[in-house]
């Protein structure tokens, strides 16, 4: 069964930073593109980024230029460095990887950001 597992949620003051995570096992990781979506209340679940296994990202343009994107292949994980959080940034973040038509998602982790 295959298993993302994510952690770094939490709460943030405006303009404050959190690292998320998310580890898999190596036979996913190095295959396939895995991701961050995000899903505030009310709101359907969108796209934050993507990396795929050759390191090439994409981005939604809410995030770009705050949020990085990386992978690190010695723990089979995909990290979400976010700075520069606003209130609007607060939702459930998933994990995602995919290859073709095989999608996996993680259980999700809390981010809120408010004062």
């Known amino acids: 069964q295959v298993q993302l597992v994510e952690s770094g949620g939490g709460l943030v003051q405006p303009g404050g930073s959190l690292r998320l995570s998310c580890a898999t096992s190596r036979s996913i990781f190095s295959t396939y593109t895995m991701g961050w979506y995000r899903q505030a209340p009310g709101k359907q679940r969108e796209l934050v980024a993507t990396?795929?296994?050759?390191?090439?990202?994409n981005y939604a343009d809410s995030v770009k230029g705050r949020f990085t994107i990386s992978r690190d292949n010695a723990k089979n994980t995909v990290n979400l460095q976010m700075n520069s959080l606003k209130p609007d940034d607060t939702a459930v973040y998933y994990c995602?990887?995919?290859?073709?038509?095989?999608?996996?998602w993680g259980q999700g982790t809390q981010v809120t950001v408010s004062s």
């Open positions: 990396i795929t296994p050759g390191g090439s990202t």
């Open positions: 995602n990887a995919r290859r073709v038509t095989i999608v996996y």
